[in-house]
């Protein structure tokens, strides 16, 4: 799969080794490139300028009886509800029936100038699918990708009587490919509750239910198994590199399902349809975000309106990235790492004394190969406040610095 992991920064051919004065002159500028394409561990919490979320052979597919308690609840938290192994004796219509009036579309709307007007209006810029998830007596939170509704000025909802409404974001998150909106609740009729992804098992049933090319096919249901659980998909987010864990199914999901439900048996949500790989040739590989991965990532959204996470300061790019020329001086056995790009002057890198063109080649004595790699250790190895030890390489010569990991929050 080496070669579906290619690079979206692109970089002109090396030619002969600079001079040192041109060298220094050709690698600012080389890093001011970066710098603007890789946000590095800096993670974006609200609407962003709309980037091209996946790449090369992976596509984001967006284009451009009933529960109105929904999902299990305790407190003001969304949990997930037990899901049997046994295979349901409801028929696939009934499951569609149950389940489809909670699954809206969602338009992409942004402000676009008219060159022969010297104005500016709203136009829709894409769709994709959402699915309301939770209910109370004032509002309904509908969860979606965030690639579906990264760049919008206005985001509306179609519901499945084709009424359209507004619907406000209360917050997204680039690397997880989430994001959560809300109506007001009189609009909702129906809520899913949230299954269990860790039951799923090679070959279990399942629909996957959107609006593939547009809102004229809305609530399109296909059905297909589980080809594969946990697998790890490698994606470049507006927030930079991350490997995403997806259920993989061979149900057809194509441009507009995004945001949409992947569906068990028993009519629970087991994962939020994000992405599939387009090739030719290549038929039945989507993919779908496991629920036991969404539930927690929507209610801190629901709770906080963002996602908060270990913050080092800086930005970032593989060295894979980046032709030798620029990192010359490495000891010959040093055959990955992660360059400094930018570091945030207000950060805990700074004050560390971190600098651009700094080589990372490990974090708390974990080798660190690729930016995604340690955007990973930072994520789910370390917390808010716990002071990281790194080896860095600076004009070939290896130091080592300690940096306390703060709140990106706080520190954005």
């Known amino acids: 799969m080496d070669d579906l992991n290619k690079n979206e920064i692109q970089i002109v051919e090396q030619s002969a080794a600079p001079k040192d004065k041109e060298t220094k002159s050709k690698l600012k500028g080389f890093l001011s490139m970066v710098a603007a394409g890789v946000v590095g561990s800096v993670l974006t919490m609200t609407v962003i300028p709309q980037t091209d979320f996946f790449r090369d052979y992976y596509q984001p597919v967006a284009e451009g009886s009933e529960n109105v308690e929904g999902a299990a609840t305790q407190g003001n938290e969304v949990n997930i509800m037990p899901t049997s192994t046994n295979n349901s004796s409801a028929s696939v219509a009934d499951i569609v029936d149950q389940t489809a009036s909670a699954i809206v579309g969602i338009i992409n709307r942004q402000q676009q100038n008219n060159p022969f007007s010297r104005t500016s209006e709203v136009v829709?810029?894409?769709?994709?699918?959402?699915?309301?998830?939770?209910?109370?007596?004032?509002?309904?939170?509908?969860?979606?990708?965030?690639?579906?509704?990264?760049?919008?000025?206005?985001?509306?909802?179609?519901?499945h009587n084709g009424e359209k409404v507004t619907a406000q974001l209360i917050g997204a998150d680039a690397l997880t490919d989430l994001a959560v909106l809300k109506i007001d609740a009189k609009y909702a009729d129906n809520v899913l509750s949230f299954g269990d992804s860790s039951t799923l098992r090679a070959g279990d049933q399942v629909l996957a239910i959107g609006n593939p090319l547009g809102l004229e096919f809305s609530r399109t249901v296909t059905q297909g198994i589980v080809s594969a659980v946990d697998r790890n998909i490698a994606v470049s987010t507006s927030a930079g590199e991350w490997?995403?864990?997806?259920?993989?199914?061979?149900?057809?999901?194509?441009?507009?399902?995004?945001g949409g439900a992947l569906i068990n048996s028993q009519g629970q949500v087991i994962g939020i349809n994000s992405l599939k790989i387009s090739e030719s040739g290549v038929e039945g590989l989507g993919f779908a975000i496991p629920s036991n991965d969404v539930v927690p990532i929507v209610n801190e959204i629901i709770e906080s309106g963002k996602i908060s996470r270990p913050y080092m300061g800086v930005s970032l790019a593989s060295l894979n990235e980046i032709p030798p020329a620029y990192y010359q001086n490495l000891p010959d056995d040093v055959t990955g790492g992660v360059m400094v790009t930018y570091v945030d002057p207000n950060s805990a890198a700074a004050e560390a004394g971190i600098k651009a063109q700094d080589i990372i080649v490990s974090i708390n004595e974990q080798k660190v190969e690729t930016a995604s790699e340690l955007r990973k250790y930072l994520y789910t190895e370390a917390k808010i406040g716990d002071e990281v030890k790194l080896e860095i390489y600076r004009e070939g010569k290896l130091i080592k610095e300690k940096i306390t990991l703060s709140n990106n929050i706080q520190a954005s």
């Open 243 to 258: 490997e995403l864990n997806v259920i993989q199914t061979d149900a057809a999901i194509n441009p507009g399902n995004s």
């Open 124 to 159: 829709e810029s894409g769709s994709g699918s959402g699915v309301i998830f939770k209910k109370t007596d004032d509002v309904a939170y509908i969860v979606t990708n965030n690639h579906v509704i990264e760049g919008a000025s206005e985001i509306e909802v179609s519901l």
